[in-house]
């Protein structure tokens, strides 16, 4: 429980310092240098080359999907420092079993959806897939009905 509450504590801090930022744009704020190359497979990875933090993102992403893997990146960024390197490609984004990906999974959905957020769009019925159609879309609970 320790580590969720610094996982959740640290992306809260950098929410709170950057309010209505995507992570697109926090990562340079922060000193990571940020590209978006075509990766083929790979969706994004994080790495220091030469001392300097580097996050690499699919440019084949659309804008909402290459958001999340920033913010995944800034996860391992954060959360796991020089401990890291590497890349993901879609079947690991999702791994449960590697606690640095959880982690960072972890991370970027605490960076991505604020508490006052996620709150509001929940109601008495609602299923886990609505909730995340709103969360993903923007939509308000009353579209989906």
Known sequence: ?????YVATTAYRL???YKDCSPIEIAPAEGIRLEKYDLGMLKGMYARINDVPFIAISSLLDAKYAEIVCAH???HHFLHGDGIN???????????????????N???A???IGDNEFL???EPGITCGELAAILASGLAVDDLN
């Open 1 to 5: 429980m320790a580590r969720f509450n």
């Open 86 to 104: 590497g890349t993901f490609g879609e079947h690991s984004l999702w791994l449960r079993d590697s606690r640095p990906e959880y982690e960072a």
């Open 106 to 108: 972890l991370f970027a």
């Open 15 to 17: 929410r709170a310092k």
């Open 120 to 122: 509001s769009c929940l």
């Open 73 to 75: 990146e800034l996860g």
């Open 110 to 112: 605490e960076l991505l």
